[in-house]
Nanobody, 126 residues
Framework: EVQLLESGGGLVQTGGSLRVSCAASGLAFGDYTIGWFRQAPGKEREREVVSCISNVDGRIVYADSVKGRFTLSSDNAKNTVYLQMNNLNPEDTAVYYC?????WGRGCPIEYFGFWGQGTQVTVSS
């Protein structure tokens, strides 16, 4: 059974930093693309991509809204992906979800991701 377990969310002030983690089990981690998506308050039908990484060749994609502030990394030995989030602002407030895809897609298309974690809340106060 594939499991994705997010951790590290919390409350932070504007300009602060957080690191969220995604620990994966039940899959060949090195063969997968791992993505982070987020769902903001009041946008229950909209889950937007934040970033994703191919564990096959290390390709990384970032959404324009987080470029230069967020950094995605993967530790294949620990089957864990880390999203370091710096210079956070209230617009980053959302539930952050980790997801896994067996294929790489340009722009991290959400429909490629068949396995999902339960999400972790990130709240940025102004």
């Amino acid at each position: 059974e594939v499991q994705l377990l997010e951790s590290g969310g919390g409350l932070v002030q504007t300009g602060g930093s957080l690191r969220v983690s995604c620990a994966a089990s039940g899959l060949a981690f090195g063969d997968y693309t791992i993505g982070w998506f987020r769902q903001a308050p009041g946008k229950e039908r909209e889950r937007e991509v934040v970033s994703c990484i191919s564990n096959v060749d290390g390709r990384i994609v970032y959404a324009d809204s987080v470029k230069g502030r967020f950094t995605l990394s993967s530790d294949n030995a620990k089957n864990t992906v880390y999203l370091q989030m710096n210079n956070l602002n209230p617009e980053d407030t959302a539930v952050y979800y980790c997801a896994a895809s067996a294929v790489w897609g340009r722009g991290c298309p959400i429909e490629y991701f068949g396995f999902w974690g339960q999400g972790t809340q990130v709240t940025v106060s102004s």
